[in-house]
């Protein structure tokens, strides 16, 4: 490996972390002792210490010097452990430093906020789960993110099962953001009268935290992907990703270590359901460019749509929910599913902005009623995260969190709406594999009219129409397979793939 490849640099402006844009670093220090090395099948050399093996993928995370890996017969393969880096969301400077608007008044705490949810009303999920029974019950999924905030009381968390992939020291939960928590509330928030609702309330949420602060190696994100393999479940959602990462370098090792893990996690039974980004980027026509790990092979790629003009009677929507969201990633090949992730009505802000008095709480509340509500909390005001000894990770978690309902919006708020959506199926149809359920999710969906594959691959997220027919094979005995398809057509452009990219 050359010092320039060591050395890199990689600028991403890709989506990590929800929110209406995010920019995201991949870097590689020049005093990196972290590596991540395929092996030949064979022990990892004693005088390099092994973060992360991932056993069944024959690859490790390491560290030592270079010349250890170098030198080892059983490395084939290695690149720096790069890290991704969360920077701060590039919000409309209409809306920046409003974010505490976002979040409801604590005074709703106690309400049933199921009226506010537009995305599980569209998605019929009252109907799922009263009429059709199914709750999601015995599936289990794992959410790849910043830390779920386990105190929650819409949230269940298999405290036993989670993990912190970062070893920061700071145990598993949510730390300062509080990304993983909403996204863990789309997918399985209780259905218990008060608080927002879940797609699969019955499903168990096993929290991986893969983030210290604004930080996380892709060494942390494929381990714990292996590790949700170890664990059963039947989904794993990877809201997170970074764009655009050349396909040359840096990209070709990290596709071929991502299609590997992926393929695993397939074949054992895990669905892995990934963000496609927020960057309104066309990953069809990136020639020298990939999108990870969305597009490596096995894994479900699902972009962004929401409506304009939810909370503004009696007009009703301008926009309808399943219309793709101005900042969400597209290409056909590059896309698997459309689902809600919310939308920002951008004339109605200009308009609101320009008026006197300017933008006020109660429209800049309209306008984030397009965007997904879920579970939050909030952290003491006068403690901030901090990382005193430089290492990118927080030293210390907050003294307190109060639990709290709040707005977000991105390809990562979409992507939990189906991993929630795939517990209801394989709770409905215990015996499906991973590619039977996906299938199902995808042979559910439909393009709408008026638009074309380019944001939905095979269509628009339906959820009650994957139940009824994960329900039918159930019923019809249908459901049994060997958990071994050929994918879903992704791969990263150097031969490491299962079809055309």
């Not at 995201?24 to 210490?49: H, K, M």
């Not at 390491?62 to 720096?80: I, L």
């Not at 190696?217 to 479940?233: K, L, T």
């Not at 990934?274 to 990870?292: E, P, W």
Request: include cysteine; charged fraction near 25%; aromatic fraction near 6%.
């Amino acid at each position: 490996m050359s010092d320039s490849t060591r050395r890199a640099f990689l600028q991403c402006s890709g989506a990590l972390l929800g929110g209406i844009a995010l920019g995201t670093q991949v870097t590689a220090a020049e005093s990196a002792d972290r590596y991540i090395v395929e092996t030949n099948g064979g022990a990892v050399p004693s005088d390099l210490e092994v973060v992360h093996e991932m056993s069944g993928v024959d690859f490790a995370v390491v560290r030592g010097s270079e010349d250890g890996v170098e030198s080892s017969n059983q490395v084939t393969d290695y690149e720096v452990d790069v890290e991704v880096k969360l920077e701060e969301p590039d919000t409309p400077d209409e809306l920046a430093d409003r974010e505490d608007v976002f979040d409801l008044p604590a005074s709703r705490n106690g309400d049933d906020l199921y009226d506010l949810e537009w995305d599980k009303q569209d998605q019929d999920v009252r109907t799922i789960h009263d009429e059709k029974e199914v709750r999601g019950e015995g599936a289990r999924v794992a959410v790849i993110d910043d830390g779920v905030y386990a105190d929650h009381p819409d949230l269940e968390v298999n405290e036993a099962l989670s993990v912190n992939f970062t070893g920061d020291g700071n145990g598993t939960g949510a730390l300062f953001d509080d990304h993983g928590t909403h996204v863990a509330g789309t997918i399985a928030a209780q259905d218990n009268g008060t608080g927002v609702v879940g797609t699969a309330p019955g499903a168990e949420i096993v929290d991986l935290r893969v983030f210290s602060g604004p930080f996380a190696s892709f060494g942390d994100i494929v381990a714990a992907i292996v590790y949700s393999v170890a664990v059963d479940a039947d989904a794993a959602n990877l809201s997170l990703g970074a764009y655009p990462v050349p396909r040359q370098g840096l990209g070709s090792f990290y596709g071929k270590l991502l299609n590997r893990v992926m393929t695993f996690a397939n074949k054992e039974g895990t669905l892995l359901v990934v963000a496609a980004g927020n960057d309104s980027a066309d990953l069809q026509h990136d020639k020298n460019f990939i999108s990870l790990p969305n597009e490596g092979a096995q894994g479900l790629s699902v972009a962004a749509t929401g409506p304009e003009g939810f909370d503004i009677p009696p007009e009703g929507f301008e926009d309808p929910p399943e219309s793709p969201a101005y900042y969400t990633n597209f290409g056909t090949n590059a896309i698997d599913l459309g689902a809600p992730g919310g939308d920002l009505d951008l004339e109605a802000l200009a308009e609101f902005a320009a008026s006197d008095p300017g933008l006020t709480v109660g429209e800049i509340r309209t306008l984030v009623a397009d965007w997904v509500l879920s579970t939050t909390f909030e952290t003491p005001a006068d403690e901030e995260p901090a990382d005193e000894d430089g290492d990118g990770n927080i030293d210390d978690p907050p003294s307190s969190r109060t639990p709290r309902y709040g707005y977000k919006q991105g390809t990562s708020m979409a992507t939990p709406q189906v991993a929630g959506a795939a517990a209801l199926v394989r709770s409905a149809d215990d015996s499906l594999n991973a590619n039977q359920a996906e299938s199902i999710l995808e042979n559910a969906a439909s393009v709408p009219d008026d638009y074309d594959k380019t944001y939905y691959g095979s269509g628009y997220l339906d959820t009650l129409g994957a139940v009824e027919s994960a329900l039918e094979k159930a019923e019809n005995g249908n459901g049994k397979g060997n958990g071994n398809g050929n994918g879903n057509g992704k791969g990263n452009g150097n031969g490491n793939g299962n079809g055309n990219n």
